[in-house]
């Protein structure tokens, strides 16, 4: 219920937000090259079904943190987290709300992306599937960032700092994907890459099979994220 | 007394959420270290045993302890998220275990085809799939392992599936014969688990992964149980003779494809009385420099009786009585049993004579048959040197035969009878009175239902030799066709190509091309700024 | 109604608040009066569930805010010094919003009501943003008051707004007595006699003094104080001077002259102008002295310190 109340009052606000929308405008123009892009590459042969999900799964470092900055940073500074944490709710319930109002606009946004494919189906028959599969992939992973994110939010009282450090953190999760390149043991380069955000799409979703363990990793990595940042938002009662 | 019963229950709190930590975090490090075992199942039950008790016994202790609102709000952050980590790890690396999947993809790319399961299920011989792959490759080996460990699951275990890296253990990447990153190789297990090394099959990795996996476990299956002779004795090209004019190439294939391989001297044979062994699949006769006897034709024939299989490779020899002389008994032999003969002519092609109309292309290939799969002149011609000319009867008395070509010279060809002269002077003039016109074949086969014989006769031997098999593709396609079928090794690993509809090709016109960019570069995303835009306006003006 | 044990707040080594103890009646405006620093705010936050206690307890409605936390909160309307707002909001979607949050499920007429009741409901649909800072002070008060709770905590309601401002703000609050108990906190005497029905004083986490606003003055004021100038006298003879006007309790040496400390608040001014000009001396300056809250504090703590 109070997490419903938190969520709607996001999802207003995301709604209400000429920053959003800017936001919202630019994962659509890159994705939209890069979905051109792709078919104009594989003319005559096979587009990647999962192209727009692949894309978004780097967008997200860069976006994920400036959609979430805000989102406890700001009530930190406005004061009004003094009010969120008075009023009768449990603390886990304001971040969860937070969390999953930054979620759903971003799953209206990979939601407008879907229209591709309509044009896609327009000229050829992709796998539908193997595309629903990236999609789910990269929603769970959008999900992770987006956590990623507001615990950075949560740590800190001004927003640039707070993106920038889930920048950089999103950034190493992403890289860790490629530990194989700098790691000569195969065993320690597989656990890096058990770590790593890409390493739960990339040979995955994107190939259009769905693992339950990475469904797991990714909320898993939610549920770590939104605990710490539940209590990072706690901590101040303790302050 | 009340009292006491309160301490008791703190005390017995306190003593199972020890032991709940205890368990989960010994679970934990068993599980990472040890891997998944009884034990490690046995900790967690403990360990969930444990903190229910507690929670059961006292819930206010737990709930302030899980809620952080204990004696040391960082130490308890620290311990509940250390805690919460461990959970999701465990949960993780059991999932992972249990390898649940779904396949969404519409070809169903990661689950296997009712090919592969009836091969999986003929597997009696527990088999590892060794991969070699390096951290390098990690990404690849993971896209890998989602098709190996459909074989693992669907084989119930006789199938298992191992990685090595071969940086870490090049003794074994030696013993297996790694070449390069990724390779991936089968064998059989012994009974106490370890590799046996007799039979090593390299598994040939294409983008089709599960078609490639399947083969190569047929080709394992039968590996050993079918052998191929290669005559020697008479001056044929050698199976281990690595040099361009040997065949130690196509020897290696048929080995990497599971037949077993040895030479086998007729003549010493027939002049024993003795008979061709009983698990000959195959008889090949690589270029033999004389014709055979008539001792030698009896040992044939009677192998022949048996249901034998002869791959006969007979070139044009200019100064003497070459294998299957023309009018020879060999020759004779095989004309009226299987409707199949050489000419002593050697083919001279003025379309698709390479350097000379005496290096050729097969011109045309007849596609009624299985050999002429993946022979098509266009993309993969087979480049014969000084072939001889065959001829089949296609209109054979026996009903027992079916015959017929797979691959003839162009129109522009003919066969030149004048050897000698061509041997000599490497010249050659159409008298056509005793050259016989084209287009001659090159290529042909005959089977006889009743013993199910198998006969294949291809007019020259250089097309299989080291240097022509490394060079022209189409040469090595035309032998492992026409081995495959006369070993029976098609017979046990044949299957339809893996139904891979890997999609729909994608055309479309520039007007096409334009409308989708304008749709999604600009449309879409304008649309949603035009729509901020007036939310924007319309919230300045309150 | 609020009910506080012993309450304690340690940052550290610091003691922000020290051992506090008192109840309130339902009905009730109790002020939280004291200099910056004392401990207002920290008391105000515990009770309202934000900070938890280092020791002692409270209970709101008979909930313990640290083991019943959530309910207590419930039953609390807070209004924090500064005044958090969400400035893309409008002026109903806030209150809404916090309406929502604290459980209400249908707040549209309750918002509605509260809005008219601190005259922000023309209004209602401005963006938050556009606000004056008056109007957020009313707007502070209406999330407070939104979901009707027992006990209303306001931490200087009046602070930093015009003064008639002050005086609807002061009207709202004391119209909140029908149906709430009220703490609030102010450094500002006057107020706290104007609004509270009863003043508690803090001083350095403690609560050195506490009554009814009217008592309380007279007990710790004792009268007023009167600085006098006078030309032409030794320094003996004006304090003897001065000491022989009747109500005139202690004379003492301030700067170039002297302060009176006066009984009772009777005006003495004109009997002390007589007997300087009578004696034949001039009179230089003559000025009442207001007494600050901080001298009222600083006459509390001295008086502690003696009595100890």
Redesign the interface.
Known sequence: MSTWVVFRREVAHY??S?F???I??AI??L???L??EE??A??????N?AVIPNALSFFMVVFAPLLTMRLVAEEKREGTLELLLTAPVPDGSIVIGKFLGAWFYYTIVIG?TL??QI?LS?????????T??AY?GIWLYGGATLSVGILFSALTENQIVAAFLSMVALFLLWLA?L???V????????VV?ALSLQ?HY???FA???????DM??FL?II??MI??AT?AV??NR?R | MQKTITLTRGGLGAFFSLIGFGGIVSAAVLLIWGGFSTLVIAALIVGLIGMIAWWRLVPDDFRAFIS??SVR?GTA?IF??VL??GI??M??LL??R??????????Q??SLTQTSLNVIQRVNRPIQISGF???????L???DD?YWRLYETASDGMIRRQ?Y?P??VPALAQQFGVTEDAQVFLSYLNDDGTIDYSLVARVFLTDQQESDMTLAISRLLVAGTLTVYFSTGFGERSPTDDTQEGISFINNGMRESGLVTLPLDIGALAAQGGDIPEDASALVFARPLRDLTSDEVAVIARYMDRGGSLLLLSDVLFNRIPFMDQGGEFNNWLWQNYGLRALNAAVIDFVTGQTTPLEIIGAAIYDETDFSENLDPATNPVLFRIARAIDVNLSIENTDISNGRLIRSSEQSYGETDLTTLGETNTYEIDETTDVPGPLILAAWAWNQRNDSRVFLIGDSDFASNGQVANVVGNGILFTNAMNWLSHLQDEVEFGAQGFS???????SRD??DT??F???FL???A??I???A??AR?VR? | MIEVENLTKKYGALTAVDRISFKTKPGEIVGLLGPNGAGKTTTMRMLTGFL?PTEGSARISGHDIDTDSIEARRAVGYMPERIPVYP?M?VRAYVTFWARLRGMRRPASQVDKVLKQVQLFDRR???IR?LSKGMRQRLGLAQALVHDPPVIILDEPTIGIDPQQVIEVRETVRALRANHTVLLSTHILSEAEHVCDRVLIINKGQIVAQGKPGDLREKLQGGALLYVEIGGATAKDAKALLAGIPNVTSVEKEDKGWRLRISTSVDVRGEVSKRIMSAGYTLLEMRAETTSLEAIFLELISKEGSAT
Not at chain 1, 183 to 190: E, G, K, L, P, W
Not at chain 2, 98 to 107: E, G, H, K, Q, Y
Not at chain 2, 133 to 139: E, I, N, S, V
């Open positions: 709604a209400g000429p959003a929308y800017l919202a405008f659509l123009v994705t939209g090259l979905f051109r078919l104009v594989t003319e005559t042969t096979i587009p079904p407008i229209l591709y044009a327009s000229v050829t028959a992709p796998d539908l599937g193997h629903i599969a789910i994907d530990a194989g390149q790691i000569s043991n195969i065993d320690a380069a597989r890459r390493g990339s040979t995955s190939v259009g099979l769905v693992r339950m363990e797991v990793f898993g549920l770590i605990y710490l209590r706690e901590s303790w | 952080g609102r709000y952050t509940t998220t919460l980590v999701i790890v949960g993780y999932i992972a249990a390898a649940v999947t779904w396949d969404l993809t519409i070809s790319r990661f792959y390096t951290a390098r490759a990690a990404g080996r993971e896209i989602q990685y890296d940086e870490e890997t999609g729909v090709p994608m055309f479309y096409q091309l989708i960019t749709f999604v570069v879409i995303p304008t949603v700024l729509a901020g835009a939310i924007w919230r309150r | 938890p893309d409008t649909d401005t963006l556009h």
